[in-house]
Protein backbone atom coordinates (compact mmCIF):
# COMPACT_ATOMS: atom_id res chain seq x y z
CA UNK A 1 0.00 0.00 0.00
CA UNK A 2 1.13 3.71 -0.96
CA UNK A 3 1.12 6.74 1.12
CA UNK A 4 -1.93 7.64 2.75
CA UNK A 5 -2.43 11.13 2.31
CA UNK A 6 -4.60 13.96 3.89
CA UNK A 7 -5.33 17.26 2.07
CA UNK A 8 -6.38 20.44 3.35
CA UNK A 9 -9.54 22.63 2.38
CA UNK A 10 -7.48 24.37 -0.86
CA UNK A 11 -7.21 20.73 -2.34
CA UNK A 12 -10.15 19.32 -3.25
CA UNK A 13 -9.80 19.26 -7.00
CA UNK A 14 -6.56 17.55 -5.90
CA UNK A 15 -7.84 15.06 -3.43
CA UNK A 16 -10.19 13.68 -6.76
CA UNK A 17 -6.96 13.11 -8.62
CA UNK A 18 -5.35 11.39 -5.99
CA UNK A 19 -8.35 8.81 -5.50
CA UNK A 20 -8.45 8.05 -9.22
CA UNK A 21 -5.21 7.30 -8.94
CA UNK A 22 -5.27 4.79 -6.38
CA UNK A 23 -4.21 6.74 -3.52
CA UNK A 24 -5.77 7.03 0.07
CA UNK A 25 -6.49 10.93 0.32
CA UNK A 26 -8.74 12.19 2.99
CA UNK A 27 -10.02 15.28 2.36
CA UNK A 28 -11.77 18.02 5.45
CA UNK A 29 -12.74 21.02 3.92
CA UNK A 30 -13.47 22.83 6.74
CA UNK A 31 -10.95 21.55 9.28
CA UNK A 32 -8.86 24.17 11.55
CA UNK A 33 -4.93 23.98 11.03
CA UNK A 34 -4.81 22.34 14.57
CA UNK A 35 -7.30 19.78 13.30
CA UNK A 36 -5.57 18.73 10.07
CA UNK A 37 -1.91 18.54 12.13
CA UNK A 38 -3.63 16.29 15.08
CA UNK A 39 -5.20 13.90 11.82
CA UNK A 40 -1.99 13.71 10.24
CA UNK A 41 0.29 12.70 13.13
CA UNK A 42 -2.44 10.47 14.97
CA UNK A 43 -3.60 8.83 11.65
CA UNK A 44 0.26 8.60 9.77
CA UNK A 45 -1.03 10.44 7.14
CA UNK A 46 1.29 13.01 5.14
CA UNK A 47 -0.20 16.49 5.17
CA UNK A 48 -0.07 18.13 1.39
CA UNK A 49 -1.28 21.59 1.66
CA UNK A 50 -1.30 24.99 -0.25
CA UNK A 51 -0.80 27.33 3.05
CA UNK A 52 2.81 27.99 3.98
CA UNK A 53 1.91 28.50 7.08
CA UNK A 54 0.55 25.48 8.07
CA UNK A 55 3.04 23.49 6.23
CA UNK A 56 5.17 24.99 9.35
CA UNK A 57 3.23 24.54 11.56
CA UNK A 58 2.50 20.70 10.64
CA UNK A 59 5.94 20.33 10.70
CA UNK A 60 6.77 21.72 13.92
CA UNK A 61 4.29 19.36 15.05
CA UNK A 62 6.02 15.94 13.64
CA UNK A 63 3.68 15.69 10.59
CA UNK A 64 5.09 14.39 7.20
CA UNK A 65 3.93 17.34 5.42
CA UNK A 66 4.66 18.61 1.83
CA UNK A 67 3.85 22.19 0.47
CA UNK A 68 2.34 21.84 -2.66
CA UNK A 69 3.93 24.67 -5.64
CA UNK A 70 2.31 24.58 -8.99
CA UNK A 71 -1.33 25.42 -10.84
CA UNK A 72 -3.54 23.24 -12.31
CA UNK A 73 -3.83 19.86 -11.15
CA UNK A 74 -1.54 18.35 -13.43
CA UNK A 75 0.79 20.36 -12.13
CA UNK A 76 0.23 19.69 -8.25
CA UNK A 77 -0.34 15.34 -9.56
CA UNK A 78 2.75 15.73 -11.15
CA UNK A 79 4.83 17.60 -8.09
CA UNK A 80 3.03 15.15 -5.37
CA UNK A 81 3.43 12.02 -7.99
CA UNK A 82 7.27 13.46 -7.94
CA UNK A 83 7.92 13.95 -4.24
CA UNK A 84 6.59 10.55 -3.28
CA UNK A 85 7.38 8.46 -6.26
CA UNK A 86 4.15 7.44 -7.00
CA UNK A 87 2.54 5.41 -10.06
CA UNK A 88 -0.08 6.79 -11.31
CA UNK A 89 -2.75 4.76 -12.74
CA UNK A 90 -6.49 5.14 -13.01
CA UNK A 91 -6.79 1.65 -13.38
CA UNK A 92 -6.73 1.48 -9.81
CA UNK A 93 -9.42 3.83 -9.53
CA UNK A 94 -10.78 4.82 -5.61
CA UNK A 95 -14.15 6.03 -5.10
CA UNK A 96 -13.23 9.71 -6.21
CA UNK A 97 -16.47 11.11 -4.12
CA UNK A 98 -15.56 9.47 -0.67
CA UNK A 99 -12.88 7.54 -0.75
CA UNK A 100 -13.48 4.30 -0.47
CA UNK A 101 -12.23 1.12 -2.52
CA UNK A 102 -14.15 -0.25 -5.83
CA UNK A 103 -14.64 -3.36 -6.14
CA UNK A 104 -15.71 -4.58 -9.68
CA UNK A 105 -19.68 -5.80 -10.39
CA UNK A 106 -21.64 -7.80 -12.28
CA UNK A 107 -24.15 -5.80 -14.50
CA UNK A 108 -27.13 -7.95 -12.60
CA UNK A 109 -26.20 -6.35 -9.52
CA UNK A 110 -26.93 -2.78 -10.46
CA UNK A 111 -30.00 -3.21 -12.40
CA UNK A 112 -31.68 -0.36 -11.55
CA UNK A 113 -28.63 1.66 -10.39
CA UNK A 114 -27.43 3.25 -13.95
CA UNK A 115 -30.01 3.97 -16.71
CA UNK A 116 -30.20 0.74 -19.09
CA UNK A 117 -28.74 2.59 -21.86
CA UNK A 118 -25.76 2.48 -19.87
CA UNK A 119 -25.90 -1.24 -18.48
CA UNK A 120 -26.15 -1.99 -22.47
CA UNK A 121 -23.23 0.10 -23.38
CA UNK A 122 -20.71 -0.82 -21.03
CA UNK A 123 -19.43 -4.19 -19.80
CA UNK A 124 -17.29 -3.65 -16.97
CA UNK A 125 -18.75 -1.47 -14.18
CA UNK A 126 -17.58 -0.65 -10.10
CA UNK A 127 -19.58 0.06 -7.03
CA UNK A 128 -18.10 1.73 -4.25
CA UNK A 129 -17.66 -0.53 -1.07
CA UNK A 130 -18.64 2.85 1.18
CA UNK A 131 -21.35 5.06 -0.74
CA UNK A 132 -22.47 2.61 -3.30
CA UNK A 133 -22.14 5.22 -6.65
CA UNK A 134 -21.61 2.68 -9.45
CA UNK A 135 -18.84 3.75 -12.38
CA UNK A 136 -18.29 2.10 -15.47
CA UNK A 137 -15.56 3.87 -18.17
CA UNK A 138 -17.49 5.95 -19.61
CA UNK A 139 -16.67 9.04 -21.93
CA UNK A 140 -15.08 11.11 -19.65
CA UNK A 141 -12.64 7.83 -18.90
CA UNK A 142 -10.48 9.27 -22.42
CA UNK A 143 -9.91 12.73 -20.39
CA UNK A 144 -9.02 11.30 -17.77
CA UNK A 145 -5.95 8.91 -18.76
CA UNK A 146 -5.12 11.68 -20.99
CA UNK A 147 -4.71 14.06 -18.11
CA UNK A 148 -2.82 11.45 -15.86
CA UNK A 149 -0.30 10.70 -18.93
CA UNK A 150 0.12 14.61 -18.70
CA UNK A 151 0.51 14.59 -15.12
CA UNK A 152 3.12 11.27 -15.50
CA UNK A 153 5.08 13.33 -18.20
CA UNK A 154 5.46 16.61 -16.27
CA UNK A 155 6.50 14.71 -12.99
CA UNK A 156 9.45 12.94 -15.49
CA UNK A 157 10.33 16.17 -16.98
CA UNK A 158 10.56 18.17 -13.79
CA UNK A 159 13.44 15.36 -12.22
CA UNK A 160 15.11 15.54 -15.66
CA UNK A 161 15.33 19.31 -15.35
CA UNK A 162 16.65 18.83 -11.78
CA UNK A 163 19.14 16.37 -12.95
CA UNK A 164 20.61 18.90 -15.71
CA UNK A 165 23.35 20.63 -14.39
ZN1 LIG B 1 -17.78 6.13 -2.47
Redesign the pocket.
Given at each position: MGPQFLLDGMLGALTRWLRICGYDAEYLRNASDEELIRKAVDGERILLTRDRLLYRKAVRAGAEAFFIEGDGDIEKLASVSRRFNLELDPEKSR?P????TLVAVEKEAIEGKVPSRTLEAYDEFWI?E????VYWKGSHWKNIVETVEEAVKRSLAICDSENTL
Open positions: CQCDACSCGK
